[in-house]
């Protein structure tokens, strides 16, 4: 912070020992986002509420928001929007995108090895049964080919940034990550509240993630040599995720469908129209393998379509996400991505993991064991069920009860410390506070892989909290990717 | 360009409907209202209710049908299906399984209207209120057509709304005439009275069309008269006849356009009851009794509903038929 010092709104702000993403730290200050500190320090506490009730009204208003349905009503809720932005240099971001690419690259390539050939399995980098094992793993897929051999084609990285300021992966979504459509309605926001505040200052644009979406989609038809008839599958209007659903098809023009829009016929998908049944060759789905077909998977499933798995197998249909991919984001196997990377790319992880013990490992157990009281204990896979331990929030009883569960299931078990989460300057009750944030990119993989310049970055509103789930007080906010 | 999605069609459809129906409703609960102004002692509310066909219904809810439980059924009960309140919540429920095809603005709209409409007190519905209330639901219902013309694309979707909105108010004001039938010609010494040409005129008043009726017939005021406007007047843009020439002509236009050539039977179906509207008179309808002729037409109108749900919506695909969206019993 010895660059410049606030006189205005930002006097007397301190990230409290955290790394800030406005100011950095002491002995790495963040010189990048000058220009935007001092012109938030000129602005007043009101000004700033005012607009940022604002925006959170316009959110409100078109309809920006997540459903939450009770037994007698439903109610509408925007993710809370802080509207000052968290800001990445250039330098920054081109190593997280390195780090994206190099990440979904290998996670791809995991996946193509379980599914066919097996190597990684049977070189023991990674334990056979933590995978065949695994509930997401799909034994349809043995032997599948999928177009280009990339199985994640929509992947989200969740990214924190420790109290050294660098960057560290704390999660992988695989399957059907979701929160992008904010990425670009956020950054709506800011363009219309916070004109001056973004004026020259050269942040890369969001706004076409769903061309590139739409691109994605056209070229994994193209191997099917049909017109890229493209759906998006949504499980419906009463899915959390239904607004970003809807924000993706309008961005793409596509039709937004259900389960029950669809049918198959001699292995052929179509959907119902007015004009009667139409080809569909392409599903964007974003509905969990669980539920894709009731033939295959949950047969309780009434938001997927019967036979939809058999399209696919004939190459009749592509889906994105591939089926299957639920093997690459399980919190065991992110305890090996960095072998995993090492293993099929021969490189070092651009962005390393959190420190991750595997307590199906001898070491890693009895270090779990020896230091539960600084760790966070995580369930992997399927088998949790107990939830996790937050090792300095535990009683006694609490330590002594999970010391028992490690030892006798310790593969279901891995280790983490409690991460630092760096904080940004927030809009709180009491004025301006540093709030913990995340980050989730977005990576889009085809023949090859695009980052979105940014993604999205969860902000823990409540104080000290380092929870950023908007179902436990969690907001968003702008992050921009400085040219 | 693919057609539209059988179920989006059939939402988009029900939608506009839905805020017809709101739009009528509150006429009929204005109507109503002052014809209860106009009248010494307690004013009948039943006859609403045998309107709709809700005399069951109603007893439901163990009230007895004074003006406010009346009122109150018809705005913001949700037990009722047709509750305003209701409609307009189903009507929202659709707007946003139609998100992806209808305009940010149609949406914005229909949720501040409903959003407005489920904080409503009992206060805002006492009889004093209810004028000011019944404009509100009418305005916000004229702005929901005024963004849909101005904003939504030209496709499928916007002949489905014109289609569903133009039946739906058919239907309405076949039903706003029988509001005076029932609550007046029970006593036919009435008819001609003072009272009973400032009940038309509040009927007239009701659908907007005073004005234009008196440019039509300046002397003289008479029930035929107020009939022939009303359902036969092609000019009138909420008569039974305009409204299903309108759509009529979108479903035409619909099935030229957009590759429907082959399907009639809707078509047949309200071809046939234009002919028939621009044959007959109000003196025919009295002459077959009034109320069975207005409900003739109703009949006429669900049976194009069923016909364009077999043709478009798909909806006899036993096993893998769409399930219906939010749609209320007409």
């Known amino acids: 912070m010895t660059d410049w010092t606030p006189a205005g709104l930002l006097q007397g702000y301190g990230p409290g020992g955290f790394y800030c993403e406005l100011f950095g730290a002491a002995q790495r200050p963040a010189p990048h986002t000058r220009t935007v500190r001092e012109r938030i320090d000129g602005l007043s506490l009101a000004e700033l509420r005012r607009r940022a009730q604002a925006a959170e009204r316009e959110l409100f208003n078109l309809g920006v928001t997540f459903t939450v349905y009770t037994s007698r009503e439903q109610i509408d809720r925007i993710l809370p929007f802080d509207v000052i932005p968290r800001v990445l240099s250039a330098a920054e971001w081109a190593t997280i995108e390195r780090g994206v690419v190099q990440r979904v690259a290998a996670l791809n390539r995991f996946i193509q090895d379980v599914y066919h050939e097996q190597r990684i399995l049977r070189d023991g980098i990674v334990p056979a049964e933590l995978v065949l094992g695994n509930a997401n793993y799909r034994p349809q897929m043995r032997g599948l080919k999928v177009p280009f051999g990339n199985y994640v084609n929509i992947c989200g990285v969740d990214i924190v940034r420790g109290g050294d300021g660098r960057f560290y992966v704390l999660e992988d979504n695989a399957r059907t ?20 505040l973004m004026r020259n200052i050269g942040v890369r644009s969001v706004s ?7 691109g994605l989609l056209a070229e994994l038809a193209a191997g099917t040599g049909r017109d890229p008839s493209v759906v998006l599958l949504s499980p419906g209007v009463y899915n959390s995720a239904y607004f970003e659903h809807v924000f993706l098809a309008r961005e793409m023009g596509v039709p937004l469908v259900e389960g029950r829009d669809l049918l198959v016929r001699d292995d052929r998908v179509f959907m119902k129209t007015t004009g009667g049944l139409q080809p569909v060759n392409v599903i964007y789905r974003r509905i969990d393998d669980d539920f894709l077909d009731p033939e295959e998977f949950n047969p309780g499933s009434m938001l997927g379509v019967r036979g939809l798995m058999r399209a696919y197998r004939a190459g009749n ?36 993991n959190v420190e991750t013990h595997i307590c199906g490992e001898r070491e890693g157990l009895e270090y779990t064991l020896q230091h539960l009281e600084e760790l966070v204990v995580k369930p992997v896979g399927e088998s949790g069920g107990y939830g996790i331990l937050i090792g300095p929030h535990a009683g006694r009883n609490a330590l002594a009860e999970f010391r028992r569960r490690l030892r006798a299931a310790p593969a279901n078990y891995i280790s983490q410390p409690v991460v630092q989460l760096s904080v940004c300057p927030t809009v709180t009750r009491s004025g301006i506070e540093p709030r913990h944030v995340d980050l989730r990119p977005f990576a889009v993989t085809g023949r090859s892989t695009w980052v979105l310049p940014g993604g999205l970055t969860r902000v823990a509103l409540r104080k000290g909290s380092l929870v950023v789930n908007s179902s436990q007080g969690g907001g968003s906010k702008d992050t921009w990717v400085l040219e | 360009m693919n057609n539209l999605l059988a179920r989006h069609a059939e939402c988009i459809f029900w939608l506009a409907r839905q805020v017809e129906r709101s739009n009528s409703i509150a006429r009929i609960l204005d109507v109503n209202e002052s014809f209860s102004r106009n009248t010494r002692g307690e004013h009948d ?11 069951q219904n109603f007893k439901a809810t163990g009230r007895r049908p004074t003006a406010d439980a009346v009122i109150h059924f018809y705005i913001l009960d949700d037990h009722n299906a047709n509750s305003v309140l209701s409609s307009i919540r189903m009507a929202r429920e659709n707007a946003r399984a139609l998100r992806p095809l209808i305009s940010t603005e149609m949406w914005v709209q229909l949720n501040g209207f409903h959003n407005r409409l489920s904080r409503l007190r ?7 209120n209810l004028n000011r209330l019944c404009s509100y639901i009418k305005e916000s219902c004229q702005t929901h057509s005024g963004i849909t013309a101005e904003t939504l694309y030209r496709d499928e979707s916007w002949y489905f709304h014109q289609v569903g909105r133009a039946i739906e108010r058919a239907d309405q004001t076949t039903r706003l005439v029988d509001v005076k039938y029932q609550v007046l010609l029970p006593q036919p010494s009435d008819v001609g009275s003072p ?5 038309w005129n509040t009927v007239l008043r009701s659908a907007a069309g005073f004005h234009a009726f ?13 009939i022939n406007f009303m359902v036969f007047d092609r000019r009138f843009p909420r008569s039974v006849a305009a409204s299903v020439l309108v759509a009529n002509e979108h479903l035409h236009e619909l099935r030229l356009k957009h590759g429907h050539t082959a399907k009639r039977s809707a078509s047949n179906l309200l071809r046939r009851l234009a002919a028939t509207l621009a044959e007959e008179t109000a003196d025919d309808l009295i002459a077959r009794g009034l109320h069975e002729a207005l409900d003739g037409i109703q009949a006429e109108l669900g049976a194009v509903t069923d016909a364009l749900g077999r043709e478009f919506f798909l909806l006899t695909e036993t096993d893998d038929a769409p399930q219906p969206p939010a749609e209320s019993a007409a």
Request: net charge negative.
């Open chain 1, 317 to 352: 249909v592509v889906l994105a996400n591939a089926v299957g991919t639920g093997i690459a984001d399980d919190k065991a196997v992110y305890a090996y991505v960095p072998r995993i990377i090492r293993y099929y790319l021969d490189e070092e992880a651009i962005l390393p």
């Open chain 2, 45 to 55: 509310w039943e006859s609403v209710l045998r309107l709709y066909g809700d005399e």
């Open chain 2, 122 to 128: 009992k206060a805002d519905l006492r009889v004093e």
């Open chain 1, 208 to 214: 076409n993630y769903g061309q590139r979406l739409a």
């Open chain 1, 177 to 196: 990550p979701s929160g992008v459509s904010y990425v670009v309605e956020n950054r709506h926001l800011t363009q219309r509240a916070f004109p001056d």
């Open chain 2, 195 to 199: 009272i009973d040409e400032a009940q």
């Open chain 2, 214 to 226: 008196r440019r039509v017939n300046p002397q003289s005021m008479s029930p035929s008269k107020v």
